[in-house]
């Protein structure tokens, strides 16, 4: 972040900086956080989905090894995933003004495929980071992947990454900037993503509850203030 001359803290333009990526692992996770770090120091704003939003590994793991009985559950866990679903589109959609697609490692993770699409789809200028050699295709990724950064580079180091989203910023204003328009159903979830984004001081709360009698009705007040969005959404 950077102060103006006022005193107001603002942010790098392209920020916020959707930092898309692999989230599992214990090592996902600390490179999702260096990545936005460099960033970070750098005066750019970012949104990194398993530190501010909905941590998804958290919900993997409570279907592994549940707080709640069976069929409570059941019942919570589909609207959970509506939950993440609609908050890190909001974020790509409306609130974000960049991506940096992470697409390290062997396999490309299936989620950040998606979100940096999503991304793409919106206008948002995206910029691709990898270090390690390893392709798909003979030395070069798949090129619905590859094509998502404008100039089809590459970022290999955390030191190219602010520079390399200022220069995807500056070209994607000389394009004429984002022109998006939602449809109908992805203007129900992003309103959905956006209220959600308002209670995830209440969310978390929530993801530290340990017994059924604690969470239940948490979860419950929470589904209540999102009922409408909720049911709008789909």
């Known amino acids: 972040m950077t102060t103006s001359e006022g005193g107001t803290l603002t942010s790098r333009p392209g920020s916020p900086v959707y930092c898309s990526g692999p989230m599992f692992s214990r090592a996902d996770v600390a490179q999702q ?33 549940p707080r709640l009985p069976p069929q409570d559950m059941a019942n919570v866990m589909p609207v959970v995933r509506k939950l993440v679903f609609a908050l890190d589109v909001y974020q790509l959609l409306e609130r974000c003004a960049a991506v940096v697609f992470n697409l390290d490692g062997r396999v490309p993770d299936d989620g950040s495929v998606m979100e940096a699409s999503v991304g793409w789809s919106a206008g948002l200028p995206v910029v691709v980071f990898k270090t390690t050699p390893i392709t798909m295709l003979g030395g070069y990724d798949n090129p619905m992947l590859a094509g998502l950064a404008l100039r089809w580079n590459d970022v290999t180091t955390l030191s190219e990454l602010p520079k390399a989203v200022d220069d995807a910023v500056a070209a994607d204003q000389a394009l004429g900037g984002p022109a998006f328009t939602p449809g109908a ?31 239940l009705p948490a979860v419950e007040k929470i589904l209540e203030k999102l009922r409408p969005e909720l049911d709008a959404a789909g």
Not at 60 to 65: L, Q, T
Not at 185 to 199: E, P
Not at 201 to 212: F, H, M, W
């Open 33 to 65: 956080l260096e990545i936005a770090k460099a960033l970070e120091d750098a005066g750019f704003s970012t949104y990194v989905p398993q530190r501010d939003g909905i941590e998804v590994a958290s919900v993997m793991g409570d279907i592994n090894a």
């Open 185 to 215: 159903h992805a203007r129900n979830v992003i309103a959905l993503g956006r209220k959600v984004w308002t209670l995830m001081p209440d969310i978390s709360t929530v993801s530290n509850l340990k017994t059924a009698a604690e969470i």
